[in-house]
Structure formats: structure tokens, C-alpha cells
């Protein structure tokens, strides 16, 4: 297993229940809930760049068409993200590559059913301030009748009761560990220091690990090729791995196993797959590697109400949603008191044409803004208060729209290859979203912020990134078949992110649970197997036709 995040966790939980050895190897480090760093000031126990000495479990990749936040743990992106868990609308399985190679519409409800049970799935009764103003909002503005409350992997206490009692495993009847029921502090993308959101640790791993499975942190996967005499894997593959953490390459070792699961993440799996194509370890994966990276058509804008009355931090991490129109979801985000690192990512809201005019519209409004309101405007860039005044309106589309990746020498960096982004730029910011924005700001005394990536460079921020390794129904059309095997080698997969062929237009962590929770119901219990599982290049089913996957 190739990294410990959503895919990676169900797939070792599930071998091992299969009776297979599983190793997990993890490049970020493992985390204790007393280890969260108490606020993102504490940089250096926040991010991930190993080179810098940060050893933390968030990371931002910049690319030229996307900024993309991800987690890097033993758990993945579960220990900082915000824990919302919703199912995508049902037309997203006609779009994109995987449309016709399953049955998804009859198939997937029973695997989104026992993801969600695996990861404590519950709707959301902690309604914190800014999830009241949210709905106040949408009420004034005509979509109120949209808000809901989110679905979330949080452990939330009985109505009426204080929050912060432990309590033996209340998931797993007693073979989990102990948890504390949440405290609304805000923190869940710090990373949960109460022990009361579910992150995988605490369920799929947790299992895996008691019941055998191994896992390596701090061990980054650099080498993975077919064992001599058997070029498309039968016989096994060769996997080589450094120590993560070091500064200089590492603590090399060696592995051996029969089959191979890649799921380290969407940016991670893609890496590596190219870099094996490439140096002809792994010569024969698709053409389409990279290829349809989404970013779930997404926006992030900010709203900051300087002295706001309430405490915007309090609450959970996300605790509702609303639709502004069919197409344009919104999911107030915050982060807990203290955190106001954020702040250095925002500045006054613009819209107007991506590119140059942009940032001379931005400069034009922060002149007239500074020079009618200087202390007002000089306020929003104060980082002091910031968690406790502001929201981060999440903003998605189901839309189509995507970029592609490769693996290319940048110019500033002539030496070697790096993952660089292609394609069609994808919108930076959703008007309507904007305008939303400042409606909302105008009524509750608050000023709508755009994030300064986007106006300085024309590049959106994403947390939601999939696709470039997507399923479908030939290798002609994707890297994975309808069942997450790679084509062109036996016993090797594909199960995180990097599958996903299609915008979700919602959080897409369950989607991805789901999807290999369903590739790890194909594979026959360790006693069964004959080691030759193998990609099925269907061409393209006749319309209407769909594809019947095998059992196990
Ligand atoms: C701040 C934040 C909040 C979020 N909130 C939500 C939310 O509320 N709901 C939601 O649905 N989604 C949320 N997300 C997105 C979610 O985290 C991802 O969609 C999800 O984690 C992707 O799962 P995955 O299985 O593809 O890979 P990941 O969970 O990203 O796991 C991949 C793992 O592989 C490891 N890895 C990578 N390369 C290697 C290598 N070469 N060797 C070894 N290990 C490697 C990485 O370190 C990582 O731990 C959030 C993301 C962020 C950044
Ligand atoms: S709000 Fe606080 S206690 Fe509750 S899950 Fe998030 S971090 Fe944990």
C-alpha cells in the first residue's frame, strides 16, 4: 500500500480482513492528538516540507493552473480535513470517463452506506455562530430553504450534554479505540486535539493495524517495478522506499510483495506513476496518466467581520451547507481561535477579467478602500483576531471543466522533471459565489475577501483535487478499469482520489471511501487468490450498455 490516506486505509483494512499481509508505506509522520500544534503558528508542526524542517501534516503544491491544498500523514488527509462527508447528486456517474462502466446508480448506495457507518457518519448538531449567520444570510438572499446541516465524522454528544466525555469505542463494539465526544472548538483542520473526529487512525487503520497490518511512517515510496521474468507483475513487485524526514535521501530499503495498491493521493499517485513510466519501471500504464485533474470547479472566499459579537471560530470545522442555484454549493469553513495564519492568503474581494486588469482592479479598489476607510481596511490585515472574525466560504461546482499534469523540466529548474500543470485554465472564481459573498458581507457588517493567489497569479485554490489516474472502460480512456486496476499489469491498483472522473461538487472524501471500499469487494479472499487479477480493457460499452462487475 502506497500511502495511508481514504484509499490507502480501507484497502489495508480490508486485505487484511481478506487474509493478506499488508504493508502500509507513509511518508508524513503519525500523529497523537496531543502532538496537533495548538494553533497554525506553530508553522513547523503544521506544514509539510520536509526539506525546510517543517514537519507537519498540511501541505500547498502551487502549480500554474492550481494551488492545491492536501494532508501528508499516517491517516493522510483525514487529520486535517474538516470531516464533512456528503454523497455527490447521482448525475455526476454520467459524466466523465467512468460513465457506462459500471452500474453506478445501483451499485454505489450499498458501498456509501458502509463507508459512512466505518467512518461514524452523522448529521451535524453542533450549529456554531457563523453557521447561523450563514443561514441568516441565506434567508435574506431567497436561498434559505437550501441550508442543511452537514454530514460529518465527528463524535458528537448526546443533545443537551456538555461535550468532552470519553467513552470506550462507541463504533466498532469494543474492538476501537476510546473517544471523546467534541468540544465545537473549531480545530478539526489543526487537527483534532479532543479525539472526537474520526480520522482514519481511529477506524480503517486503527482496524488494519490490530489486525496486522503494518505501517511504515515517515517512508517515502521512490521505486516500484515488476520482479524479474514477469514484466506485467504476475510474479510480484519490487518496492524501494527513503526515509521521508531526513535531509538527505535515506535509510533506502526494499521491499517484495505480490500485489500493489498505489493510493497516495491524486497529486502523490500521479507523481510517482509518471516517474515510473518514465525511467521504464512501469512502461506500459496509460497514455492518459494526468490526464482530467479536477479541482471540483472550486473558490474559496473570505469574510471577515472586524469585532464581531460572536466567536466565528466556535463550532466544528464545517457545520452546514446551502445552494446558492442548482449548480453552486457553499460550505462556511472555519479554523479554530488563534489560527490566523490564513489572513496572509486574503485581501479585499475583486472580481472583474482574470489577468492584468484584475490586479490593476484590485490595486484601484485597496487604493480607494485605504484612502475612504484607511483604518477600517488597514483592520482586515491585521492576522491578530482573524479565526475569530472571519469565514472561508468553501464554494463547489458540479461543472465539467479540468486541467492536465505532466511530468516536464520546468524552465526555472532545468535539472529535473517535476509535475507541472497544462491545459485550458479552469474558472478562478465563481461570479456568482462573489456576489453572494458580498451580499452576505453587506449584511452582517463584514467585508468579502478573494484569496491573493487568485488575483495575483489567475490560479484557484483547491482542497478537493482528483482525477489524472481515472477510470474507464479501456486504456485508450483512462489508467484504472471499472473495478481500480491498473491496466496493462496484474495485482496493481489505483484506490485514493486520483480515480475520480468527475467535479463531485461536494467534499469528495466519502466518494473516494465508497469507491474502494468497492474495488476491495472484487478481490477474492487471500486463500482464493491466484495472483492474475488484471485490468479489462472493454472498449466502449454500446450506449445504454452497462458493465456487470465479477464477485469476488
Ligand atoms: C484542509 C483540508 C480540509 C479538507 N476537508 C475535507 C472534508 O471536510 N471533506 C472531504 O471530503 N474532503 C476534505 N478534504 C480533502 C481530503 O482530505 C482529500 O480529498 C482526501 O484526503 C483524499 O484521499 P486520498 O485517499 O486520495 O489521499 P490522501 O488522504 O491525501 O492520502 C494520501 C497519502 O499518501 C501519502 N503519500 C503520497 N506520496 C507518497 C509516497 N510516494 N510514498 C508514501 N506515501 C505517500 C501522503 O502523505 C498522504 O498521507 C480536505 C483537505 C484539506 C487539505
Ligand atoms: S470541533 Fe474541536 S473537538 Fe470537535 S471534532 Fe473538531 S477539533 Fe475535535
Redesign the pocket.
Known amino acids: 500500500m502506497i500511502g495511508s490516506g481514504f484509499g490507502g486505509s480501507v484497502a489495508a483494512h480490508r486485505l487484511v480482513e481478506k487474509g493478506y499481509r499488508v504493508a502500509v508505506m507513509e511518508m508524513g509522520l503519525r500523529w497523537g492528538r496531543e502532538d496537533f500544534p495548538p494553533t497554525s503558528w506553530s508553522i513547523h508542526r503544521w506544514f509539510w516540507r520536509p526539506r525546510l524542517g517543517l514537519h507537519g501534516f498540511f501541505n500547498m503544491r502551487f502549480f500554474r493552473r492550481a494551488t492545491v491544498f492536501h494532508g501528508c500523514a499516517v491517516g493522510g488527509g483525514s487529520i486535517t480535513y474538516a470531516?464533512t462527508l456528503l454523497r455527490p447528486p447521482d448525475k455526476v456517474w454520467d459524466m466523465g470517463s467512468w460513465a457506462g462502466v459500471a452500474d453506478w446508480k445501483s451499485e454505489m448506495p450499498q458501498h456509501y452506506h458502509t463507508a459512512s457507518r466505518m467512518l461514524g457518519v452523522v448529521e451535524n448538531c453542533?450549529m456554531g455562530p457563523a453557521d447561523h449567520l450563514l443561514k441568516r444570510a441565506a434567508d435574506a438572499l431567497g436561498v434559505g430553504h437550501t441550508f442543511y446541516p452537514t454530514h460529518v465524522s465527528?463524535?458528537q454528544p448526546a443533545a443537551g450534554e456538555p461535550?468532552g466525555n470519553s467513552v470506550a469505542d462507541p463504533y466498532f463494539a469494543g474492538e476501537g479505540p476510546e473517544r471523546a465526544t467534541?468540544?465545537?472548538?473549531?480545530?478539526?483542520i489543526?487537527?483534532?486535539?479532543?479525539?472526537?473526529?474520526n480520522s482514519l487512525d481511529l477506524n480503517y487503520l486503527y482496524l488494519a493495524e490490530k489486525h496486522g497490518a503494518q505501517v511504515f511512517p515517515e517512508t517515502k515510496v521512490v521505486g516500484v517495478r515488476p520482479l524479474p521474468g514477469a514484466g506485467d507483475g504476475s510474479a510480484g513487485y519490487e518496492v524501494r522506499s527513503l526515509r521521508s524526514t531526513g535531509w538527505l535521501p535515506r535509510n533506502r530499503r526494499r521491499f517484495t510483495s505480490r500485489g500493489i495498491v498505489f493510493a497516495a493521493s491524486a497529486l502523490g499517485t500521479m507523481e510517482l506513476l509518471f516517474k515510473l513510466k518514465e525511467n521504464g519501471s512501469l512502461p506500459a500504464v496509460s497514455e492518459q496518466l494526468g490526464k482530467y485533474v479536477r479541482t471540483n470547479s472550486e473558490s474559496l472566499i473570505g469574510l471577515r467581520i472586524p469585532r464581531c459579537a460572536d466567536d466565528l471560530s466556535k463550532?466544528?470545522?464545517i457545520g452546514c451547507g446551502i445552494y446558492i442555484d442548482e449548480n453552486t454549493h457553499i460550505e462556511p469553513v472555519r479554523y479554530?481561535s488563534g489560527s490566523d495564519t490564513m489572513m496572509f492568503l486574503t485581501t479585499p474581494l475583486t472580481g472583474g477579467r482574470p489577468g492584468r486588469m484584475r490586479i490593476l482592479l484590485w490595486l484601484k479598489n485597496l487604493l480607494v478602500s485605504l484612502l475612504q476607510h484607511p483604518l477600517r481596511t488597514l483592520r482586515l490585515f491585521m492576522p491578530c483576531g482573524w479565526a475569530r472574525e472571519s469565514i472561508i466560504l468553501l464554494c463547489m461546482q458540479a461543472a465539467e471543466g479540468h486541467i492536465d499534469m505532466r511530468w516536464e523540466r520546468p524552465w526555472f529548474w532545468p535539472w529535473s522533471k517535476w509535475l507541472v500543470s497544462r491545459g485550458e485554465r479552469i474558472p478562478t472564481f465563481i461570479p456568482q459565489a462573489n456576489r453572494f459573498a458580498e451580499r452576505f458581507a453587506q449584511l452582517a457588517g463584514g467585508t468579502a475577501m478573494s484569496m491573493l493567489p487568485e488575483i495575483l497569479f489567475n490560479v484557484p485554490g483547491t482542497a478537493h483535487c482528483v482525477g489524472g489516474c481515472i477510470m474507464a472502460d479501456s486504456r485508450a480512456g483512462g489508467v484504472v478499469d471499472y473495478a481500480n486496476r491498473v491496466f496493462g499489469y496484474k495485482n496493481m491498483y489505483v484506490t485514493d482520489g486520483s480515480v475520480v472522473a468527475a467535479n463531485l461538487g461536494v467534499n469528495p472524501s466519502l466518494t473516494i471511501t465508497a469507491l474502494a471500499e468497492r474495488a476491495m469487494s472484487f478481490i477474492p479472499p487471500a486463500t482464493r487468490t491466484a495472483w492474475d487479477d488484471q485490468a479489462e480493457d472493454l472498449g466502449k460499452p454500446s450506449s445504454g450498455a452497462t458493465v456487470t462487475a465479477r464477485s469476488g
Open positions: 470531516g453542533i465527528i463524535f461535550g467534541c468540544v465545537a472548538c473549531g480545530g478539526c489543526m487537527g483534532c486535539r479532543y479525539g472526537a473526529k463550532g466544528i470545522a479554530p
